[in-house]
């Protein structure tokens, strides 16, 4: 199916333990975007990316890690989780960057303890 | 730098009311962009619309309309003869051009809960 996903939908991991949260999108988008989702702060931009083998800080970088060898994947790496990781994921892709809509993945429920 | 103001945090109405949802932005930017999503209780995000900063024409999609006025940079988004399939968080949404220096970033608001009630 055409859109874009991302797995796993659910994780529940421990303190210290990496973790990568999967991206793909099948429009060839050139950009692709992360952010995270938490109460009282909205929506807040992790990286970005503009293309295949460029990315760039958003917002909230720290303790992330990001890569994109191909157009249509963009994996989240915690490289060591921390509890003030829990959060909503979303991944989303946009055709060009600021003018147009970006198209947002169903988000993945990041659960650190 | 930029910046998106939803004052109002929750919203509960009834059924076939209409109702306004409030976005306010900051910009030193003369080229943007702005764009209201929903978010249903299902969690994902939904696109609804994109204005940029040329284009200060109302904008009405069935239900939905949109007012964009620069004068007061605001860009409400008003649901008329709400139903409760319109329960959602509602963001507004805003990216600077080239030369604002956003990198393309999308800030949003902090969310509208509204609430519909049959």
């Known amino acids: 199916d055409a859109g874009i996903t991302q797995s796993p939908r659910y994780k529940i991991t421990e303190t210290g333990r990496q973790v990568t949260l999967m991206c793909h999108q099948t429009?060839?988008?050139?950009?692709m975007f992360w952010y995270r989702q938490d109460l009282g702060h909205g929506l807040r931009l992790i990286y970005y990316s503009a293309a295949a083998d460029i990315t760039d800080k958003g917002e909230v970088p720290d303790g992330y890690v990001v890569s994109r060898s191909k157009t249509e994947n963009f994996p989240l790496t915690l490289e060591s989780a921390t509890r003030s990781q829990t959060s909503v994921y979303f991944c989303?892709?946009?055709?060009?960057?600021?003018?147009?809509?970006?198209?947002f993945g169903p988000g993945t429920r990041l659960t650190v303890t | 730098a930029q910046k998106v103001t939803q004052a109002q945090t929750e919203i509960s109405v009834v059924e076939k009311e209409d109702v306004t949802l409030d976005c306010v932005y900051e910009t030193r930017d003369t080229t943007y962009y702005l764009f209201w999503y929903k978010q249903p209780p299902s969690g994902e995000l939904v696109f609804l619309i994109r204005r940029n900063s040329f284009d200060e024409q109302n904008e009405i999609s069935g239900r939905y309309s949109w007012n964009f006025q620069k004068s007061t940079s605001s860009f409400n988004f008003t649901i008329t003869a709400s139903q409760v399939v319109d329960s959602a968080v509602y963001f507004c949404a805003l990216s600077e051009g080239p030369s604002g220096g956003s990198n393309y970033k999308l800030t949003f608001g902090k969310g509208t809960l509204l609430t519909v009630n049959p």
């Open positions: 429009w060839s988008h050139s950009y």
């Open positions: 989303a892709s946009s055709v060009r960057g600021e003018s147009y809509e970006q198209y």
